[in-house]
């Protein structure tokens, strides 16, 4: 195969290859486009739920689109984690929560989603310390 030919090919490749790309970059929308719901899986004035609340104007300046929170209590946070686990996985239902999410699957049996499959984190926003007496 020639310099020319060898060329020839990369063309061919790149001429089947970027319409595609061109036409996805065309079609995706921006993120956000829609109004985002941090779910607090505990009850409304928690600590958590406060943080949601102090965070969620930040994030509408930020991202120029409404953020809401939505509290979802029971269960130690199972209810609101699987409301969230079965949500559409597109950026737009997230979860602030605390570090019994992580405790909750060895204490319950039948957990309705996997904390390790159904969820991605994304930032820490808090950090707390706790002492037993």
């Known amino acids: 195969m020639t ?52 965070i969620a104007p930040e994030l509408n300046r930020r991202w120029g689109e409404p953020v809401v929170v939505d509290n979802k209590p029971g269960a130690s946070g199972i209810i609101g984690a699987d409301a969230v686990a079965k949500a559409a996985p597109n950026g737009y239902t997230l979860m602030v929560t605390v570090n019994s999410f992580t405790m909750a699957p060895p204490l319950y049996r039948n957990m309705p989603y996997d904390p390790v499959a159904d969820f991605t984190p994304i930032a820490k926003i808090a950090l707390a310390s706790y002492a037993f007496a």
């Open 3 to 54: 310099i020319f030919q060898s060329h020839a090919v990369w063309a061919g490749a790149l001429s089947a290859v970027l319409p595609a790309a061109a036409a996805l970059a065309q079609t995706a929308a921006p993120y956000p486009s829609r109004a985002i719901t941090l779910v607090v899986p505990y009850t409304p004035g928690s600590g958590i739920d406060i943080l949601a609340r102090v």
